[in-house]
Structures are given as structure tokens and as C-alpha cells.
């Protein structure tokens, strides 16, 4: 049986993990190294990291800091942010990265999963998808951090990128994103439901009850951050009590 | 000194994680696509991470082929990981009409409907009494396609994804796992340790 993943994101900001609401009001939360090898020693099941740097120069260092976490890190890692083209994934797979994250991309330019899944295999090719309510029921996809609203329907964009070969969706609640106000059960269960490929439920964890709504509303894994970077619990702990509450976690 | 272990360069697109794992347990890492390099190793790693079709593409145009077959058929230390263990077999039903390696006489096959694929994941690799190097454990798989049965000749291991398949298959200093090691946390490590111990013992020819 696969068991249910926990996932720490580092939001990575030239070269410092941090961490706001909304990203907006951004912590310092660390060195990205050290902290992905004290999440992997807390049993973490793999690491997301999401480069949020906002100009070119804060970029250059994604490639960096992607080595400098290989070295030290024996799960699979996960790199997004930046993406644009099939090459920028090439470097980030050549440091270190073993799944890339296509987001804004993606939504500008279907066609390059793809040319993503045709180069790299489906198992590299993360779709990450924000997305907004629109009202019961409904999702709209969100692009640019945020800062833009688009037409796409949240729950047809991921089928329609599973179809061009996504192997994954990090699936972030724009509504509860860095609120600590839990996943939204909606949306997760809604692509869940639409998608043969796992689902990575993301934005709005707070308690471990939360991450257990998350994996019964249909998914595979469960990102979170705030909650592990300023030690308000261990992944440790975390699986303690999913397993408890009758979840096969890796223990 | 370190011991020297060779890595086909297969385009595979998580060669950086191997080549870490492997140095963290003490390795020095050769990477190459020169079937003399390949002829030579002591210790030789069959990664992968892509489409089958492709990969036996590249082994072929790099004339791997014969080195590869070499080294396995005199059970010389060899890691095969994830699609290299695929490669093993005699064909993948994602490559229709594209031959393997034919190392084992497995054919792979794709994960049957209804269940999500890829998996991408950790699953209980659980190991029949005769493995030396693999032990239970959860590992890290990242695949599509599996094979069903242990090749004959070897020793195996098993997880179960909708229906049991084969995790590993070992033969002394030789071992093919389904799943990734150097992604595996502290249990694929000390695999890949035991692997490294057992590849010492055989004592060949320098890389």
C-alpha cells in the first residue's frame, strides 16, 4: 500500500526559506539546506521547494540552492517557480531537482507539459495549480503569485494537464493559503475525483486533523509549511497522530 | 581509498540524486556513456528515470549494449534502478516492438486501470527469505510500469500497488530495484551500503 506523503514546502527567497500569508509579510525561515535535512530526519516523505524570488538575480540562486540541498538530502525533492521553458527545467533536474513544478507556464502555454513529459517522463512533471473560489462548487485558476485571475476553470485545467502529460498536481487553495484555516475539502475531493494522478492538497494546514480531512477528501499528499517552520510541530509528531487516527503513514 | 563506481549516463533525469547518494556512502562516481569506461567498471549503475523506448534508443547509439550484457552475464557488481531495472527485461509494453536488454525473462507491464499512476510514493518493499542485501523496509517509487513476477535465477522482493508486483531483484553483488534508493532516506542508504559492501568482496578489475 502507498502511504499517505507529508511534505514541508521551503518557499525559497534568494537563497532564504521564507514565509508570509498570501506571500505577502514575508519571514525568515532558515537556511534551505539545513532545513530540508531536518525535515528529512523528522521523516518527512519528500520536499517541496518553491523559488518565490521576485527578480532575476534572486533566481540565479534557485540552481544553487538546489545543489546545496541535494547533497544533503535522501528523499526526492521537488523544485518549481520559474519554469519557462523545457531547458530551465533541464538545469533544475541537473542540480538536483527530481520533479519540476510548472505553474504560470503552464497556463500561458499547455503545450509545454507536454514537451516536459516527453523529455523528462510524466513522474518529473508537477502541475502546480492555484486556484480561487468563485462561489460553491467552483475554482478559477489564479497565475503570477496570485496577482492575476484567469478564465480556466481549476478542476478542467488539471484534467486537461493530466492529459498532456502531468504525472502530479500540487493543488494550492488560493482562498486559504498561510490562513492556517485548513485545506479547502472542496477543491481537493473536486480534482481528486476528476484525475487519475495524485493529488499534492496544499494551502491552509494547521492541525493534523486538517491533513487527515485533506487525504479522506481524496489526497495522495499533503504540503504545509508555516506549521513546520516555526516549530509549532515536527513531521514526527504529525504522523504519530495520522497513524493514531487510523492512517498508513511511512513511519 | 574510495571505491569507483561507474554510471551510465542514460539521460535520465535524476542522475544528480544517484550521484549524491552515492558519494554520501563514500563512493567515488564515475559518470559515462564510453562502453570501453563501461567494460572496464568494477561497479556498474543502470539508472533511470524516462521512457523505455528512448533509453534503449541511446544505450543502442552509444553501442552499450554488448557492454552492459558483458558485465551482467558475469555477474559483476551492478545497480540497475527504477527504468534500468525495465530495461532489463525482454520488452515494456510502453515501447511496444522496442526489445530490452533481455538480462531476465520478465516482460513489464502497465499498472492495471483504476489505480492512480504514476505511483509516486512510499510502499513496503517486503523481501522473500533468500535476499542478502534487501530488507523490509518503505521505499520511494516513482514508475508506471512494473514487472509481475521475479525473473527466474533470482532472488526478490515485492510491494503491493492495486495488486503485488516486484520491488527488487538481487543475485550476489548484482541488484535491480523498482523503486529509487538514493531516494529512499535512511533505509535506501543502507542499501545501497550493503550493495557497496558486497560489490567489495567480488575484488575485479579498476574502473
Known amino acids: 500500500m502507498l502511504t499517505k506523503r507529508i511534505i514541508p514546502c521551503l518557499d525559497v527567497r534568494d537563497g532564504r526559506v521564507v514565509k508570509g500569508v498570501r506571500f505577502q509579510g514575508l519571514r525568515d525561515a532558515g537556511d534551505p539546506a539545513e532545513r530540508a535535512a531536518a525535515y528529512e530526519a523528522q521523516g518527512a516523505d519528500e520536499i517541496v521547494l518553491l523559488d518565490v524570488s521576485a527578480t532575476p538575480e534572486g533566481r540565479g540562486h534557485a540552481l544553487d540552492t538546489v545543489r546545496r540541498v541535494r547533497a544533503v538530502l535522501g528523499i526526492p525533492l521537488t523544485v518549481g517557480g520559474g519554469v519557462r521553458e523545457a531547458d530551465d527545467a533541464a538545469a533544475l533536474l ?14 500561458r502555454d499547455p503545450a509545454i507539459v507536454s514537451r516536459l513529459a516527453a523529455r523528462f517522463g510524466s513522474q518529473c512533471v508537477v502541475l502546480a495549480l492555484d486556484a480561487a473560489s468563485t462561489g460553491p462548487g467552483g475554482w478559477q485558476v489564479v497565475v503570477r503569485s496570485g496577482t492575476e485571475r484567469t478564465s480556466l476553470d481549476a478542476v478542467g485545467w ?36 476528476r484525475v487519475h494522478v495524485p493529488v499534492i492538497a496544499s494551502g491552509g494546514a494547521d492541525t493534523v486533523q486538517h491533513m487527515a480531512d485533506a487525504f479522506r477528501a481524496g489526497a495522495s499528499a499533503v504540503l504545509a509549511a508555516s506549521i513546520f517552520h516555526f516549530g509549532d510541530r515536527t513531521v514526527r509528531d504529525v504522523k504519530h497522530q495520522l497513524a493514531a487516527a487510523g492512517l498508513e503513514v511511512r513511519p | 581509498m574510495m571505491p569507483e563506481v561507474c554510471v551510465i549516463r542514460t539521460g535520465s533525469a535524476n542522475l544528480a540524486s544517484v550521484v549524491a547518494a552515492l558519494r554520501r556512502i563514500g563512493a567515488s562516481v564515475r559518470i559515462t556513456t564510453d562502453p570501453d569506461v563501461v567494460r572496464g567498471a568494477e561497479r556498474l549503475v543502470l539508472p533511470g528515470v524516462g521512457a523505455f523506448g528512448a533509453a534503449m534508443d541511446r544505450l543502442h547509439r552509444d553501442a552499450l549494449v554488448p557492454a552492459i550484457r558483458e558485465h551482467v552475464n558475469a555477474e559483476r557488481p551492478f545497480l540497475a534502478i527504477c527504468l534500468g531495472l525495465q530495461l532489463l527485461g525482454p520488452s515494456s509494453e510502453e515501447a511496444p516492438g522496442v526489445a530490452g536488454l533481455g538480462l531476465v525473462d520478465t516482460p513489464v507491464t502497465r499498472f492495471q486501470d483504476g489505480l492512480i499512476v504514476p505511483q509516486l510514493g512510499w510502499n513496503l518493499v517486503e523481501p522473500s527469505p533468500g535476499c542478502r542485501l534487501l530488507q523490509r523496509g518503505h521505499a520511494y517509487y516513482a514508475n508506471s510500469y512494473r514487472m509481475l513476477t521475479v525473473p527466474s535465477g533470482w532472488q526478490g522482493a515485492v510491494s503491493v500497488h492495486g495488486a503485488p508486483f516486484v520491488a527488487a531483484f538481487e543475485k550476489g553483488p548484482m541488484l535491480a530495484c523498482q523503486f529509487h534508493p538514493e531516494l529512499s532516506g535512511a533505509w535506501g542508504k543502507a542499501l545501497l551500503e550493503r550493495w ?6 567480488v575484488g575485479a578489475v579498476s574502473c
Not at chain 1, 488539471?158 to 477543491?187: K, P
Open chain 1, 158 to 193: 488539471a484534467q486537461q494537464a493530466v492529459e498532456l502529460g502531468a504525472g502530479e498536481i500540487l493543488l494550492t487553495s488560493w482562498d486559504r493559503d498561510g490562513t492556517r484555516a485548513g485545506y479547502d475539502l472542496e477543491l481537493v475531493g473536486a480534482v481528486s475525483r
Open chain 2, 196 to 201: 557497496l559492501a558486497a560489490s567489495a568482496d
Open chain 1, 94 to 107: 541537473d542540480a538536483g531537482a527530481d520533479k519540476v513544478g510548472v505553474n504560470t507556464a503552464a497556463v
